[in-house]
């Protein structure tokens, strides 16, 4: 099957838009750090509560490991896609709900979420051509 045609457009976009989901997720947990820091400098300066503190640090854990998942799952998805482009209105479902859903960690700097959606929508629609 030298010939088979494969959703091309909506692979790139969909695995960019994953990547960059993925990157969001990354930039959670380096932020989380620093932001780490800053509490704890606020927490000694100005009394913050510690109850408040570790709320904000487990809210970005969270936002970090959502990102880190929905990014993967979208490289993966968008994998498949390519790989199994007779399915490929499962595979483009799957990559528009995630990367709407990613849109709660960020949407991989909204880039990703567009990306995401876009690549989605193509491999919906996307045919092979008859020869």
């Known amino acids: 099957m030298a010939n088979e045609q494969k959703p091309y457009a909506a692979f790139m976009l969909s695995f960019a838009g994953g990547v960059l989901v993925l990157a969001n997720g990354l930039a959670f947990i380096l932020a989380s750090r620093g932001i780490s820091r800053a509490l704890?400098?606020?927490?000694?300066?100005?009394?913050?509560?510690?109850?408040?503190?570790?709320?904000?640090?487990?809210?970005?854990?969270?936002?970090s490991s959502v990102g880190l998942i929905l990014g993967a799952l979208m490289i993966i998805a968008s994998l498949m896609l390519y790989y199994k482009p007779s399915s490929s209105?499962?595979?483009?479902?799957?990559?528009?709900?995630?990367?709407?859903?990613?849109?709660?960690?960020?949407?991989?700097?909204?880039?990703?979420?567009?990306?995401?959606?876009?690549g989605g929508s193509l491999a919906i629609s996307w045919r092979p051509k008859c020869a």
């Open 40 to 63: 704890e400098y606020v927490m000694n300066t100005s009394g913050l509560s510690l109850v408040a503190a570790l709320a904000i640090q487990h809210i970005l854990f969270s936002l």
């Open 89 to 118: 209105g499962g595979w483009g479902a799957s990559i528009l709900v995630l990367s709407i859903l990613s849109i709660f960690a960020g949407g991989g700097f909204m880039l990703g979420l567009i990306l995401g959606a876009i």
